[in-house]
Protein backbone atom coordinates (compact mmCIF):
# COMPACT_ATOMS: atom_id res chain seq x y z
CA UNK A 1 0.00 0.00 0.00
CA UNK A 2 1.15 3.41 -0.87
CA UNK A 3 0.12 6.57 0.64
CA UNK A 4 1.20 10.18 -0.43
CA UNK A 5 0.85 13.32 0.98
CA UNK A 6 1.94 16.66 1.80
CA UNK A 7 0.96 18.16 -1.66
CA UNK A 8 -0.86 21.71 -1.63
CA UNK A 9 -1.31 25.16 -3.19
CA UNK A 10 1.84 27.07 -3.49
CA UNK A 11 2.89 30.44 -5.71
CA UNK A 12 5.07 30.14 -8.61
CA UNK A 13 8.88 30.13 -7.45
CA UNK A 14 7.73 28.45 -4.13
CA UNK A 15 8.83 24.83 -2.54
CA UNK A 16 6.72 21.23 -1.69
CA UNK A 17 7.71 18.26 0.59
CA UNK A 18 5.88 14.96 -0.96
CA UNK A 19 6.26 12.12 1.16
CA UNK A 20 4.93 8.68 -0.03
CA UNK A 21 4.55 6.21 3.08
CA UNK A 22 4.91 2.24 2.20
CA UNK A 23 4.22 -0.58 3.71
CA UNK A 24 5.73 -4.11 2.99
CA UNK A 25 9.15 -5.61 4.97
CA UNK A 26 10.97 -5.68 1.20
CA UNK A 27 10.30 -1.96 0.66
CA UNK A 28 13.95 -1.15 1.30
CA UNK A 29 14.80 -3.64 -1.58
CA UNK A 30 12.87 -1.92 -4.41
CA UNK A 31 13.26 1.38 -6.51
CA UNK A 32 10.75 3.28 -6.13
CA UNK A 33 10.06 6.62 -7.88
CA UNK A 34 7.79 9.47 -8.40
CA UNK A 35 5.23 10.13 -11.19
CA UNK A 36 2.89 13.14 -11.90
CA UNK A 37 -0.37 12.88 -14.20
CA UNK A 38 -1.46 16.94 -14.90
CA UNK A 39 -4.50 17.46 -16.46
CA UNK A 40 -5.75 15.83 -19.65
CA UNK A 41 -1.67 14.34 -20.07
CA UNK A 42 -0.32 10.79 -19.64
CA UNK A 43 1.29 9.81 -16.13
CA UNK A 44 5.18 10.35 -16.78
CA UNK A 45 8.41 9.86 -14.63
CA UNK A 46 9.78 12.20 -12.47
CA UNK A 47 12.25 10.82 -10.23
CA UNK A 48 13.81 7.47 -9.23
CA UNK A 49 16.19 6.32 -7.06
CA UNK A 50 17.38 2.90 -6.04
CA UNK A 51 17.40 0.86 -2.96
CA UNK A 52 20.46 2.07 -1.19
CA UNK A 53 19.72 5.79 -1.70
CA UNK A 54 21.80 6.03 -4.85
CA UNK A 55 21.94 6.24 -7.57
CA UNK A 56 18.94 8.92 -8.69
CA UNK A 57 17.83 10.10 -11.46
CA UNK A 58 15.70 12.73 -12.88
CA UNK A 59 13.33 13.95 -15.97
CA UNK A 60 15.29 16.99 -17.74
CA UNK A 61 11.64 19.04 -16.71
CA UNK A 62 12.58 18.92 -13.41
CA UNK A 63 16.38 18.34 -12.83
CA UNK A 64 18.27 20.74 -10.64
CA UNK A 65 14.95 21.99 -8.70
CA UNK A 66 13.70 18.19 -7.46
CA UNK A 67 15.07 16.16 -5.05
CA UNK A 68 14.33 12.36 -4.27
CA UNK A 69 15.42 10.44 -1.15
CA UNK A 70 14.41 7.79 0.91
CA UNK A 71 14.27 6.52 4.68
CA UNK A 72 14.43 2.76 4.42
CA UNK A 73 13.81 2.64 8.57
CA UNK A 74 10.85 4.55 7.72
CA UNK A 75 9.55 2.93 4.50
CA UNK A 76 9.00 6.26 2.80
CA UNK A 77 9.87 8.01 0.16
CA UNK A 78 10.58 12.15 -0.40
CA UNK A 79 10.25 14.53 -3.13
CA UNK A 80 11.76 17.78 -2.39
CA UNK A 81 10.28 20.42 -4.87
CA UNK A 82 12.04 23.73 -5.04
CA UNK A 83 11.61 26.21 -7.60
CA UNK A 84 8.18 25.23 -8.48
CA UNK A 85 6.72 26.43 -11.58
CA UNK A 86 2.73 26.22 -13.15
CA UNK A 87 3.59 23.23 -15.26
CA UNK A 88 4.54 21.15 -12.10
CA UNK A 89 0.96 21.31 -11.62
CA UNK A 90 -0.40 17.56 -11.22
CA UNK A 91 -1.43 14.51 -9.17
CA UNK A 92 1.57 13.16 -7.81
CA UNK A 93 2.09 9.21 -6.98
CA UNK A 94 4.72 7.08 -5.85
CA UNK A 95 5.10 3.56 -7.00
CA UNK A 96 8.05 1.22 -7.75
CA UNK A 97 10.06 2.11 -10.65
CA UNK A 98 10.29 -1.81 -12.15
CA UNK A 99 6.89 -3.04 -12.31
CA UNK A 100 4.53 -0.77 -10.31
CA UNK A 101 1.85 -1.88 -8.32
CA UNK A 102 -1.38 -0.69 -7.29
CA UNK A 103 -1.27 3.20 -7.47
CA UNK A 104 -2.44 4.87 -4.35
CA UNK A 105 -4.71 8.04 -4.35
CA UNK A 106 -1.86 10.56 -5.06
CA UNK A 107 -1.46 13.93 -3.82
CA UNK A 108 -2.21 16.94 -5.90
CA UNK A 109 0.01 19.82 -6.50
CA UNK A 110 -0.60 23.02 -7.71
CA UNK A 111 1.14 25.74 -8.37
CA UNK A 112 -0.54 29.00 -9.23
CA UNK A 113 -0.56 32.60 -8.23
Known amino acids: QLVESGGGLVQPGGSLRLSCAAS????????MAWYRQAPGKERELVAT????????NYADSVKGRFTISRDNAKNTVYLQMNSLKPEDTAVYYC????????WGQGTQVTVSS
Open 49 to 56: IFSGGIPT
Open 24 to 31: GAIFRLRA
Open 95 to 102: NQFYQPGN
